[in-house]
């Protein structure tokens, strides 16, 4: 069974803290990805990395970054935590096949900002 | 441009019945949809995919069908009990990026 791990699954921080994310595959897959989750908006991509040192924008990267030193850990970070990015944080995995491959996700991180 | 639209209401039924979920689609050729279920506070888990080409997938008691004229994705789960409760979401792959673009799902809420 694929597993996708996170770090934590509950962090609290306060406005102004760097906030560290961890996400951890078991399966050797090549894409992996961060997503934050609200109510009403449903899952927002918010950096994508389809191998080891690459990464590009999802749909809201403002304000994070990434960083995909080797293959199976894929890392989100908050250079500067605001209350705005209070959220569930879901990390997935998924192989280089296209559409036809089934994408596997991490319990979540909620992360309350203070 | 491409959007995917799903129930935001929730959908009650009582247990036995068949639930039906839609999710529609715009300016999106695809050759895949997926559907994934997602139960509070977790991460969502993959169900059922189905090709362009499939008109109907089942698995057990769900049954997924996909009609690319209408850009349209119905799933169904008979014979509903309580523990099928959950958010439910569709999902597209964007062409050529490798992505998954999903809907915002449906809340399915099955009564005893």
């Known amino acids: 069974d694929v597993k996708v791990t996170q770090s934590s699954r509950y962090l609290v921080k306060r406005t102004g803290e760097k906030v560290f994310l961890e996400c951890v595959q078991d399966?050797?897959?090549?894409?992996m990805f961060w997503y934050r989750q609200d109510p009403g908006l449903g899952l927002r991509l918010i950096y994508f990395?389809?191998?080891?040192?690459?990464?590009e924008k999802g749909d809201i990267p403002e304000g994070y970054s990434v960083s995909r030193e080797k293959k199976e850990r894929f890392s989100l970070i908050l250079e500067s935590a605001s209350t705005n990015q209070t959220s569930m944080y879901l990390c997935?995995?998924?192989?280089?096949?296209?559409?036809?491959?089934?994408?596997?996700f991490g319990p979540g991180t909620r992360l309350l900002v203070l | 441009s491409q959007k995917i639209e799903q129930n935001s209401e929730a959908l009650n039924i009582q247990e036995g019945k068949t639930a039906t979920l839609t999710c529609n689609y715009t300016?999106?050729?695809?050759?895949?949809l997926q559907w994934y279920r997602q139960d509070p506070g977790r991460g969502p888990v993959f169900l059922l995919l189905?090709?362009?080409?499939?008109k109907e997938k089942r698995k057990e008691r769900l049954k997924v069908t996909f009609d690319t004229t209408l850009k349209q994705s119905l799933f169904h789960i008979t014979a509903s009990q309580p523990a099928d409760s959950a958010t439910y979401l569709c999902?597209?792959?964007?062409?050529?990026?490798?992505?998954?673009?999903f809907g915002t799902g449906t809340r399915l809420l099955v009564s005893p």
């Open positions: 997935a995995s998924r192989l280089a096949g296209g559409g036809q491959e089934t994408q596997y």
């Open positions: 399966m050797d897959h090549e894409n």
């Open positions: 990395s389809y191998d080891v040192k690459m990464k």
């Open positions: 300016n999106y050729s695809p050759a895949y």
């Open positions: 189905i090709r362009e080409n499939e």
């Open positions: 999902a597209l792959d964007k062409t050529g990026f490798q992505k998954l673009v």
